[in-house]
């Protein structure tokens, strides 16, 4: 009987387990698509299919502007979502738009008013009937035989995967930015004369400039054309030839794709890159290039139409990956403050003005090894450094003058394109035509003596009859009260009264709570407060840094912090100080808004494992002495900051230090350039003025710079006191003992590059030591270091000095 009950059982049991598995299915994402199912952006379910082992999915991936969606397939795995295919990238899909999977046209994306953004109509070969995303992250189209009649792997945008092929003719093309997925400026293109070439493009016409890089894929003694370039399923990249000889783009081994996800993009900087990244991984891998071509995209992208990597008038430098960074020169902004990688403007016009005047108006700045290689318009040869100065500053078309070879000035004019940092110029000098400190960017100023405004009315009174004159006379008269009563109104809000708070935006605790998704996201932590990141729209959305004053009713400090934080940065915009965007004064919360810097802060650059390039660090030491430059000769009111440390220098997407956190900052008036304050600052960068109760001036930050200065070329903090050889223990006087002894290698050790540039090395060491003297009247001023950071001033032997650490860490 017990027997005959078990088949019953099981029958029962295998019943029920369909309606199960429907209802699973209604509840998961599907491995396929049928005719008719649909997505729509914006729900809560991103993903629309997913590939069977769950690597890939594809559907709708939300961008940067949290209204607008992208339609493309991204590894489902890892936490950054990286991106491999994109549907609409020149027409992102706004919130409500809904894509279908239909028989004639296969594929179609419509904005919610019913607008067609992408389809696939055009490329089909055939009705479909589903739709199915594979393990190697190829989205495929097929028709009722389950043939193929469209993939995504055929219409490839910046990215080749494992097991995809790019056919003669095939190409892929960059993104404009790393978070704009529009159609950017370079291509890769196997073309069918055998060359597998990189270019960048003009835009929005498509005009394709000289190669930058180009492969020789046929060989000398055969006439067998390249036909494919190819990553199969084992991660090895070639060109394949008609008579199946292939040619290895790299020589490097390629990792298991067992272990690793593997991928080669057309980065958006137009260099061509092979990246790998773990499978098993915990969330703090990242994505690693193994190679890249070229290998100096600065140098190999010279074009004579449009612009190479940078915009015109910019210069192009290789960051620590070998990933091209742009800036613009000294005397020059962005034209479009968003886009990094775009053209730089003067701050001035072409000179029209006769000499006499020019001479108010402009000065030159030298750069050395800059050049911008195909502006010639005119050559001085023979020629000496200073007349090929002179030649340009002369000269009204000029924008800069190169000076190589000992002998030879080629003057270029605007727009400057192919700007880059080339060491192999030598030592060749540019001399950067920009505005001078007295010139002016608005109308010119009519001098007057001091006779005064009626000095001009006068003589328009007496060309006039005497009605007009009597009725002029009356206005002017009872004018006066009013102009009078208008002034004072104006300087009652003027920020260089005190008032700065009214040019910044005033945020309500409530707001900022919310920005910070309840104060979550925690960036850093210090005496005053902790840091948090945030969103927030101004205008449009973007991140920023919240820091909130801890226990504002118990400590006055706080008070301080928070005033100084707002009258300092309020009044000041320099691209080496941090942005205050705005602020919170509500009940006992103080809260300041920042702009957020996505590296992080030096500190955390220098103190780890891996030494930052040699370049890099040049760069940062010249932006953070800009920076001190700024607050210490350019503002109305000098300002210093008394706390220079790695810790306050933030570093931007590219690398740009941006000198923050005034807190403790000191501002004089006018008329002083000293004054008697408390001991402020850090251990380890505190002058030693603070400690002799000596009047304070700016010098106090100069020494912190020159200790600051140290921890960049050697990568270490200023105090180690648990080293093993107490003889290093202090940065400072190490470094001056390693100079004394000629053995500067040792502060640098193991690091090829420093060791290379040995002229720079000892430069800035020396700068290093005299900004750290005991005696403050001996130490340079911000703009001398600055002249001799620029090469602008030699730098002399700095003096015999005593040791100064002492009082630095007893207190």
């Not at 190697?136 to 097991?163: I, Q």
């Not at 394709?208 to 020789?216: I, R, S």
């Not at 613009?328 to 403050?337: N, Q």
């Not at 009859?465 to 009260?481: D, H, K």
């Amino acid at each position: 009987m017990a027997f005959s009950l078990i088949p019953l059982q099981l029958c029962t049991l295998f019943l029920c387990v369909p309606p199960i598995c429907v209802i699973a299915q209604t509840r998961s994402i599907s491995h396929s698509l049928r005719v008719g199912d649909s997505l729509t952006a914006g729900d809560s379910i991103s993903s629309w299919v997913v590939s069977p082992y769950g690597d890939f999915a594809f559907g709708f991936q939300q961008l940067e502007d949290d209204n607008f969606f992208l339609l493309s397939t991204w590894y489902a795995k890892i936490p950054n979502r990286t991106i491999v295919w994109y549907a609409n990238g020149d027409h992102p899909a706004p919130k409500g738009s809904r894509v279908q999977l239909t028989a004639s046209e296969g594929l179609k994306l419509t904005s919610p008013d019913g607008q067609i953004l992408w389809t696939t109509r055009d490329s089909l070969s055939g009705s479909v009937v589903l739709g199915a995303l594979n393990d190697f992250g190829n989205f495929v189209l097929k028709d009722r035989s389950l043939n193929s009649v469209w993939e995504a792997f055929e219409d490839p945008k910046d990215t080749l995967l494992p097991s995809q092929v790019l056919g003669k003719g095939g190409m892929l093309s960059s993104r404009k930015s790393e978070t704009d997925f529009a159609r950017g400026r370079f291509q890769l293109l196997l073309r069918d004369d055998g060359k597998l070439v990189m270019h960048s493009i003009n835009l929005p016409s498509g005009y394709a400039n000289e190669n930058y890089f180009e492969t020789e894929t046929v060989e000398s003694n055969t006439s067998s054309p390249a036909i494919q370039l190819v990553l199969n399923k084992s991660g090895d990249l070639y060109v394949l030839r008609k008579n199946n000889n292939t040619v290895v783009f790299s020589d490097m081994a390629t990792p298991s794709p067992t272990q690793f996800y593997l991928r080669a993009t057309l980065d958006y900087n137009g260099v061509f890159s092979f990246y790998q990244h773990p499978k098993s991984s915990y969330g703090n891998e990242t994505w690693t290039p193994l190679w890249s071509q070229p290998d100096n995209i600065c140098t190999a992208s010279l074009v004579s139409e449009g612009t190479g990597v940078c915009g015109y008038n910019s210069i192009c430098t290789l960051d620590n990956n070998s990933r091209p960074v742009c800036r613009c020169p000294e005397g020059y902004s962005l034209v479009d403050p968003d886009d990094p990688h775009g053209s730089c403007q003067p701050y001035f016009i072409d000179c029209k003005e006769e000499h006499s005047q020019r001479k108010h108006l402009y000065e030159v700045v030298t750069l050395t090894n800059v050049d911008w290689p195909l502006n010639d318009y005119d050559i001085q040869s023979p020629s000496t450094e200073e007349e090929c100065k002179r030649a340009c500053f002369e000269d009204c078309f000029c924008a800069v003058s190169i000076f190589r070879l000992g002998d030879t000035c080629w003057k270029k004019t605007w727009p400057l394109k192919n700007g880059r940092d080339d060491p192999s110029l030598d030592g060749s000098k540019a001399f950067l035509k920009v505005q001078g400190n007295s010139s002016q960017t608005g109308p010119p100023i009519i001098e007057r003596d001091n006779q005064g405004p009626m000095f001009f009315v006068f003589p328009v009174l007496l060309g006039c009859s005497a009605f007009l004159n009597i009725m002029l006379i009356g206005s002017i008269c009872l004018g006066f009260p009013f102009i009078y009563i208008f002034q004072k109104k104006i300087k009652s809000v003027n920020p260089r009264d005190g008032d700065v708070k009214s040019i910044l935006r005033c945020f309500t605790y409530e707001e900022l709570e919310e920005a910070t998704n309840g104060f979550i996201d925690e960036l850093g932590r210090g005496s005053f407060g902790v840091v948090y990141k945030g969103v927030i729209n101004m205008g449009s959305t973007i991140h920023v840094a919240v820091k909130r004053l801890n226990n504002f009713l118990l400590q006055e400090e706080n008070e301080m912090e928070f005033k100084n934080e707002v009258n300092v940065l309020g009044q000041t915009h320099h691209k080496n100080l941090v942005r205050l965007l705005g602020f919170c004064e509500e009940g006992e919360e103080r809260l300041l808004v920042y702009e957020f810097m996505s590296n992080g802060t030096l500190a955390s650059l220098l103190f780890n494992d891996s030494k930052p390039s040699w370049n890099l660090r040049l760069g940062i030491a010249f932006g953070v002495a800009k920076g001190l430059l700024y607050l210490h000769e350019d503002c109305d009111t000098q300002i210093i900051h008394c706390d220079i440390k790695p810790q306050n220098i933030l570093l931007d997407d590219f690398f740009n230090p941006q000198i923050s956190d005034f807190g403790l900052a000191k501002l004089l008036n006018m008329n002083q350039s000293q004054t008697y304050t408390a001991m402020r600052g850090t251990k380890g960068y505190v002058a030693l003025e603070w400690f002799k109760n000596m009047p304070i001036t700016a010098k106090v930050d100069v020494y912190s710079f020159g200790v600051l200065l140290l921890e960049i070329v050697c990568c270490r903090r200023s105090v180690e006191m648990d080293s093993e050889n107490a003889e290093k223990a202090i940065l400072a006087d190490w470094a001056y003992d390693c100079f004394t002894e000629g053995s500067l290698d040792a502060l640098v050790e193991q690091d090829q590059e420093a060791l290379d540039d040995n002229m720079n090395l000892e430069k800035l060491v020396m700068i290093a030591i005299w900004c750290v003297q005991e005696d403050p009247t001996l130490g340079p001023s911000i703009k001398k270091v600055f002249q001799m950071l620029e090469g602008v001033v030699e730098v002399p032997t700095p003096p015999c000095q005593t040791s100064n650490s002492e009082n630095q860490y007893l207190y």
